[in-house]
């Protein structure tokens, strides 16, 4: 016999119990996790004085909440926290895990620090509750709480995996971890407590928290769970504590008047409400105990959709409201891929994953029979495969964007230019086009109105361009580790290997072409330089002029030879201002313009934060005017995490809609 459970009324109050003990309402711990119920209609039509407050010109994207965001929270200069809770509603599947890496990425590449707080995969938690309910009205509230934390625990796990996967540092804080305590009922509890400085320690060694929604800990270092509206409450009380931006990401993007699924004239969204108006929509995307949270505590939220471009602000107080047409979003984009070797096969398996957004229809290729067997034109949906051609004036013909993974400098410079010609925006993971012809192309892009996109050329899942262009203005240094196969080799030289065997070890491992020159003389992470330059500084700096130090098996022993106690030598990339008519402008051969830079074999203290970057990892720590830093890390080199940053370049794009005409 199933356990059986009495309801509770209050949104806010402790749960009653039953007289037999028995544990609280079963549809309660169901809609825990929010299940994202779209709200129940409104009685009647919107009124006359609601028509008055919409807005006539949809927003592309809504920044409502960053003009309410203090002012030290509102510059890219001090670190900038966002807490995205992720739902059932959103979390379908197993699969629908790589959609919300692709949220956190955006969330990143615009500078924020990320807490993501996550639910059960959708069902996930009924399945557990009936597993409970097995075994009879009296089960143990504790063992209850625990079986059903484990659906929270187990998105978090594989959250934290598909972010590693795709080359973004992440870490996942259990909420012992994370020190969030609770008092009040094991399955109705209420948050008190959080270990702040932890969480802010983690945020700045790797950026993103991965965070169990719904589950606390209570006072005797048990399980307990927040109840209804838990993984919305975890959200707001981390985002109340941390003093954070929030936004709750639903499968609707924004609060309406009533559900806009439902037949009929479709329904106003609320652009800015405030939290008592949010309370009397029912619950049913919001959860009211969540809700009540922010009564009185000057947090502001946002309830928005995955990759949307706008949200509804959601104020404590009664600042009016503001009634809105929901935008209508863009067709998908019609995307011709060029080059199909191991980018290019990641970047078209994820576009086939978002294909709301991105139409692949054509993909070039220099042997179209091996294209072929590797997957070029398999499309499990159904859909007609692309185009498959080896002539690239056919294949960007029809694009909206072209996505340039060709690499070297012909044809890809071409390419790019005709596809720039054609009308076509342009992604490219190509430093050594963009090093060499960067500015020719930039100004064709420009008087064409059209952009040239190239955040995977640099630093590879690790948003390094993205930070540089929000930085820009106050760096005064940048000291980077930008090749992977530089510094997978010398972590294999300092481990005992011999140089040849390093190097045979990185291309047996994917990390190093057959040809590895370019990457140990320092070529590679000189054309990396010239575009962090330019992103950074404003400043046009040639490849040629970059000092070069060539990592070789004789400069890593005499790095090694001069190294003191608690150091250990990495192939660092680096470009810092001078002042002009200082001395080291005048006499310095590396200083070009107003910068001095090259790429060297320099010995770092352990606590250095270039000291730990190993293998295939990048880090760029950026040194502002000021006195502070920051720091940017991730994965530089393999498929995943290249095509993460190419895809993160076209979904900007598609948020972007510019000037692409809608059908």
Same mark, same amino acid.
């Given at each position: 016999?199933?356990?059986?459970?009495?309801?509770?009324?209050?949104?806010?109050?402790?749960?009653?119990?039953?007289? +037999?003990?028995?544990?609280?309402?079963?549809?309660?711990?169901?809609?825990?996790?929010?299940?994202?119920?779209?709200?129940?209609?409104?009685?009647?039509?919107?009124?006359?004085?609601?028509?008055?407050?919409?807005?006539?010109? !949809?927003?592309?994207?809504?920044?409502?909440?960053?003009?309410?965001? !203090?002012?030290?929270?509102?510059?890219?200069?001090?670190?900038?926290?966002?807490?995205?809770?992720?739902?059932?509603?959103?979390?379908?599947?197993?699969?629908?895990?790589?959609?919300?890496?692709?949220?956190?990425?955006?969330?990143?590449?615009?500078?924020?620090?990320?807490?993501?707080?996550?639910?059960?995969?959708?069902?996930?938690?009924?399945?557990?509750?009936?597993?409970?309910?097995?075994?009879?009205?009296?089960?143990?509230?504790?063992?209850?709480?625990?079986?059903?934390?484990?659906?929270?625990?187990?998105?978090?796990?594989?959250?934290?995996?598909?972010?590693?996967?795709?080359?973004?540092?992440?870490?996942?804080?259990? $909420?012992?971890?994370?020190?969030?305590?609770?008092?009040?009922?094991?399955?109705?509890?209420?948050?008190?407590?959080?270990?702040?400085?932890?969480?802010?320690?983690?945020?700045?060694?790797?950026?993103?928290?991965?965070?169990?929604?719904?589950?606390?800990?209570?006072?005797?270092?048990?399980?307990?769970?927040?109840?209804?509206?838990?993984?919305?409450?975890?959200?707001?009380?981390?985002?109340?504590?941390?003093?954070?931006?929030?936004?709750?990401?639903?499968?609707?993007?924004?609060?309406?008047?009533?559900?806009?699924?439902?037949?009929?004239?479709?329904?106003?969204?609320?652009?800015?409400?405030?939290? +008592?108006?949010?309370?009397?929509?029912?619950?049913?995307?919001?959860?009211?105990?969540?809700?009540?949270?922010?009564?009185?505590?000057?947090?502001?939220?946002?309830?928005?959709?995955?990759?949307?471009?706008?949200?509804? @602000?959601?104020?404590? +107080?009664?600042?009016?409201?503001?009634?809105?047409?929901?935008?209508?979003?863009?067709?998908?984009?019609?995307?011709?891929?060029?080059?199909?070797?191991?980018?290019?096969?990641?970047?078209?398996?994820?576009?086939?994953?978002?294909?709301?957004?991105?139409?692949?229809?054509?993909?070039?290729?220099?042997?179209?029979?091996?294209?072929?067997?590797?997957?070029? @034109?398999?499309?499990?949906?159904?859909?007609? $495969?692309?185009?498959?051609?080896?002539?690239?004036?056919?294949?960007?013909?029809?694009?909206?964007?072209?996505?340039?993974?060709?690499?070297?400098?012909?044809?890809?410079?071409?390419?790019?230019?005709?596809?720039?010609?054609?009308?076509?925006?342009?992604?490219?993971?190509?430093?050594?086009?963009?090093?060499?012809?960067?500015?020719?192309?930039?100004?064709?892009?420009?008087?064409?109105?059209?952009?040239?996109?190239?955040?995977?050329?640099?630093?590879?899942?690790?948003?390094?361009?993205?930070?540089?262009?929000?930085?820009?203005?106050?760096?005064?240094?940048?000291?980077?580790?930008?090749?992977?196969?530089?510094?997978?080799?010398?972590?294999?030289?300092?481990?005992?290997?011999?140089?040849?065997?390093?190097?045979?070890?990185?291309?047996?491992?994917?990390?190093?072409?057959?040809? $590895?020159?370019?990457?140990?003389?320092?070529?590679?992470?000189?054309?990396?330089?010239?575009?962090?330059?330019?992103?950074?500084?404003?400043?046009?700096?040639?490849?040629?002029?970059?000092?070069?130090?060539?990592?070789?098996?004789?400069?890593?022993?005499?790095?090694?030879?001069?190294?003191?106690?608690?150091?250990?030598?990495?192939?660092?990339?680096?470009?810092?201002?001078?002042?002009?008519?200082?001395?080291?402008?005048?006499?310095?051969?590396?200083?070009?313009?107003?910068?001095?830079?090259?790429?060297?074999?320099?010995?770092?203290?352990?606590?250095?934060?270039?000291?730990?970057?190993?293998?295939?990892?990048?880090?760029?720590?950026?040194?502002?005017?000021?006195?502070?830093?920051?720091?940017?890390?991730?994965?530089?080199?393999?498929?995943?995490?290249?095509?993460?940053?190419?895809?993160?370049?076209?979904?900007?794009?598609?948020?972007?809609?510019?000037?692409?005409?809608?059908?």
């Amino acid at each position: 016999m199933k356990t059986t459970f009495k309801s509770n009324s209050s949104i806010t109050g402790t749960t009653r119990r039953a007289a +037999n003990g028995a544990p609280p309402s079963a549809a309660k711990i169901r809609a825990a996790n929010g299940t994202g119920r779209k709200a129940k209609p409104s009685p009647g039509k919107s009124t006359l004085e609601d028509r008055k407050q919409i807005q006539t010109k !949809p927003r592309t994207v809504a920044h409502a909440a960053e003009r309410v965001t !203090p002012p030290a929270l509102a510059t890219p200069l001090a670190p900038r926290t966002i807490v995205l809770k992720f739902g059932g509603s959103v979390l379908k599947h197993e699969r629908d895990v790589l959609r919300v890496v692709h949220e956190v990425y955006r969330w990143l590449r615009e500078g924020y620090r990320v807490v993501a707080v996550v639910s059960a995969i959708e069902g996930q938690t009924d399945a557990l509750l009936d597993c409970a309910s097995a075994y009879g009205v009296n089960a143990s509230e504790d063992s209850t709480a625990l079986l059903l934390a484990t659906g929270e625990l187990q998105s978090a796990a594989l959250l934290g995996l598909a972010l590693g996967r795709a080359g973004i540092d992440a870490a996942v804080l259990t $909420p012992w971890a994370l020190g969030l305590r609770t008092l009040g009922d094991t399955l109705d509890a209420e948050p008190v407590s959080l270990d702040v400085d932890r969480i802010e320690r983690t945020l700045n060694r790797v950026g993103v928290c991965v965070v169990p929604g719904f589950v606390g800990v209570g006072h005797g270092g048990g399980v307990t769970l927040l109840g209804r509206g838990g993984s919305d409450l975890t959200a707001l009380f981390l985002a109340q504590r941390l003093g954070a931006r929030c936004r709750l990401i639903k499968d609707v993007d924004g609060l309406y008047q009533h559900d806009p699924a439902k037949p009929g004239p479709r329904p106003l969204r609320y652009a800015l409400v405030s939290v +008592n108006e949010a309370l009397t929509l029912g619950g049913h995307i919001v959860q009211n105990k969540a809700l009540a949270l922010v009564r009185g505590t000057g947090l502001h939220f946002e309830v928005g959709s995955l990759g949307g471009v706008s949200a509804t @602000l959601v104020t404590p +107080n009664d600042q009016g409201r503001t009634l809105e047409l929901a935008p209508t979003l863009a067709r998908a984009l019609r995307v011709a891929v060029l080059g199909f070797g191991t980018v290019g096969q990641g970047v078209v398996a994820l576009l086939r994953c978002q294909q709301a957004q991105f139409d692949v229809r054509a993909i070039a290729a220099r042997d179209l029979d091996k294209a072929r067997r590797a997957g070029a @034109l398999n499309t499990e949906d159904g859909t007609a $495969p692309p185009l498959l051609t080896s002539d690239l004036t056919e294949a960007v013909r029809s694009a909206d964007v072209v996505v340039e993974c060709l690499g070297g400098l012909e044809p890809a410079r071409s390419a790019i230019a005709k596809a720039l010609r054609a009308g076509a925006h342009v992604v490219s993971a190509n430093k050594a086009v963009l090093a060499a012809h960067g500015p020719a192309l930039r100004a064709l892009a420009a008087r064409r109105g059209l952009s040239l996109r190239c955040g995977a050329a640099v630093g590879g899942a690790a948003p390094v361009l993205e930070h540089a262009a929000l930085l820009a203005g106050a760096v005064v240094r940048v000291r980077a580790v930008l090749n992977a196969t530089s510094n997978f080799v010398l972590d294999r030289v300092l481990a005992g290997d011999g140089f040849e065997d390093a190097v045979r070890a990185a291309q047996q491992a994917g990390f190093a072409e057959a040809d $590895p020159s370019t990457d140990l003389d320092g070529h590679d992470a000189a054309n990396k330089l010239v575009l962090v330059a330019h992103a950074a500084f404003g400043i046009r700096i040639e490849p040629s002029s970059v000092t070069r130090e060539p990592l070789t098996a004789q400069a890593i022993a005499a790095a090694l030879a001069k190294a003191s106690p608690g150091q250990r030598p990495r192939s660092i990339a680096w470009l810092e201002r001078e002042p002009h008519g200082s001395r080291a402008a005048r006499v310095d051969k590396q200083f070009t313009g107003q910068l001095r830079t090259g790429v060297s074999l320099i010995n770092v203290g352990l606590a250095d934060p270039l000291a730990g970057v190993e293998a295939e990892r990048n880090c760029a720590v950026f040194e502002l005017s000021g006195g502070t830093r920051r720091i940017v890390g991730g994965r530089g080199a393999g498929r995943l995490p290249t095509a993460q940053a190419v895809l993160g370049d076209l979904l900007e794009l598609w948020r972007a809609g510019s000037p692409i005409a809608l059908e």
